[in-house]
Nanobody, 120 residues
Framework: VQLVESGGGLVQAGGSLRLSCAAS????????INWFRQTPGKEREGVGC????????YYADSVKGRFTISSDNARNTVYLQMNSLKPEDTAVYYC??????????????WGKGTLVTVSS
């Protein structure tokens, strides 16, 4: 099982980025995918999740209305579209496989993360 994030970088406040999470060793048809983020000195924060059961998505209040998670099961890739970015969105973003097809927030495999930096 492997998860590889990409798409991070430096963006100005108000800008957009799209992160990708390429999965291998399993199929997205069977597992939900969580997105987390972490900044130094802070606890890891759950950003959002997409279930494989019915494609439902869930978001933290801090990103609701600005971030969108989608899945391309043919490519076995999940995306995190981030719009209206704020400096406080600066973090390392991780995708993780949930232990279920539903969003239980119980990840069992993690990617190595991709850094997003939002300048003011």
């Amino acid at each position: 099982v492997q998860l590889v994030e990409s798409g991070g970088g430096l963006v100005q406040a108000g800008g957009s980025l799209r992160l990708s999470c390429a999965a291998s060793g399993f199929t997205l048809d069977d597992y939900a995918i969580n997105w987390f983020r972490q900044t130094p000195g802070k606890e890891r924060e759950g950003v959002g999740c997409i279930s494989s059961g019915d494609g439902s998505t869930y978001y933290a209040d801090s990103v609701k209305g600005r971030f969108t998670i989608s899945s391309d099961n043919a490519r076995n890739t999940v995306y995190l579209q981030m719009n209206s970015l704020k400096p406080e969105d600066t973090a390392v973003y991780y995708c993780a496989r949930d232990g279920s097809s539903w969003c239980l927030w119980a990840p069992d495999y993690w990617g190595k993360g991709t850094l997003v930096t939002v300048s003011s």
